[in-house]
């Protein structure tokens, strides 16, 4: 073992003396890979609350949507209108996806197939400097789906049914 150790001082002397050496930047960009890109996720901690269940997300960019998650296993997909999938939320342990369907929105939950009628089509108002987007549906107790948005375009809130009843998962910017 003693014989390795010397030998491999040896090597690294030798590498360095025959001008074999790491620059600054060859270190920061090694130093870069290893540690991730330098992210601040500060903007994007948004609260979730379904039910009685409350936790905290961070939103996170995706190609299909926006996805909610936490460590937690809580995970919703926004596609930018409606929460196209959900899973998680608390001692529910729900796992839903909906889908629109001709004449109607198809819900599946638990590997269980739920048809219900078509919402009506989002309806914009303005109050306060918000925008207000609310969207009535029928399902096993009618209700409305909303979302905020501020006066820089930024959604704020996301208020939607995931299986046509009168429970919200409700989704809400947390201020910086």
């Not at 491999?8 to 890109?37: E, H, M, N, W, Y």
């Not at 905290?56 to 998650?69: D, K, M, Q």
């Not at 197939?113 to 109050?127: D, F, G, H, I, Y």
Request: hydrophobic content about 40%.
């Amino acid at each position: 073992m003693k014989t390795f150790t010397v030998t491999l001082l040896c090597v690294v002397f030798t590498l360095s003396a025959s001008g074999c050496a790491v620059r600054s930047s060859q270190f920061d960009a090694l130093k870069a890979i290893v540690s991730g890109p330098n992210v601040s996720f500060t903007e994007s901690r948004w609260s979730l609350t379904y039910g009685g269940y409350r936790s905290e997300v961070l939103a996170i960019a995706t190609t299909s949507g926006t996805l909610f998650s936490n460590n937690a296993g809580d995970r919703l997909l926004f596609d930018g209108w409606i929460i196209r999938e959900a899973s998680g939320l608390g001692s529910k342990r729900g796992d839903w996806r909906i889908t629109d369907v001709e004449g109607g929105r198809q819900i599946l939950r638990r590997g269980r197939k739920v048809n219900l009628p078509a919402c009506e089509t989002w309806q914009r108002t303005e109050q306060s400097g918000m925008i207000r987007f609310s969207q009535v549906c029928k399902g096993y107790a009618a209700h409305n789906n909303t979302i905020l948005v501020n006066q820089a375009g930024e959604i704020t809130l996301i208020r939607q049914s995931l299986d046509g009843s009168d429970t919200f998962a409700t989704l809400a910017k947390i201020s910086k």
